[in-house]
């Protein structure tokens, strides 16, 4: 599985994005889309995920609960992640990554596909 992430730019403090995460082929229900980010000089951190077969299941940290919303479009194989009220806390890399399974993980050495990572830059 190949993942394209895209839809990173700079955005002004409050202002929002929506990034994109396209799969190269269909990805069956039992996986789970998830979106991490980094930063220069930190570990890589989980941000929201998705499970593809459940309607309504996603988890967010706790950083991003009430401001950003993970979600899925089957049909074009992208599951999203609008992000609103962004701060400039939330500029990193942005990367979408998949894993087979039914429960959420935050752990990136559960993912082991991922995309290429889209920058996103928040100024004041």
């Known amino acids: 599985v190949q993942l394209q992430a895209s839809g990173g730019g700079s955005v002004q403090t409050g202002g929002s994005l929506r990034l994109s995460c396209a799969a190269s082929?269909?990805?069956?229900?039992?996986?789970?889309m998830g979106w991490f980010r980094q930063t220069p000089g930190k570990e890589r951190e989980f941000v929201a995920a998705?499970?593809?077969?459940?309607?309504?299941?996603?988890a967010y940290a706790d950083s991003a609960k009430g401001r950003f919303t993970i979600s899925k479009d089957n049909s074009k194989n992208t599951v999203y992640l609008q992000m609103n009220s962004l701060k400039s806390d939330d500029a990193a890399v942005y990367y979408c990554a998949a894993r087979r399974g039914s429960r959420h993980s935050y752990y990136t050495y559960h993912y082991p596909f991922w995309g290429q990572g889209t920058l996103v830059t928040v100024s004041s």
């Open positions: 082929k269909v990805i069956s229900d039992n996986h789970i």
């Open positions: 998705i499970i593809l077969n459940s309607d309504d299941n996603t």
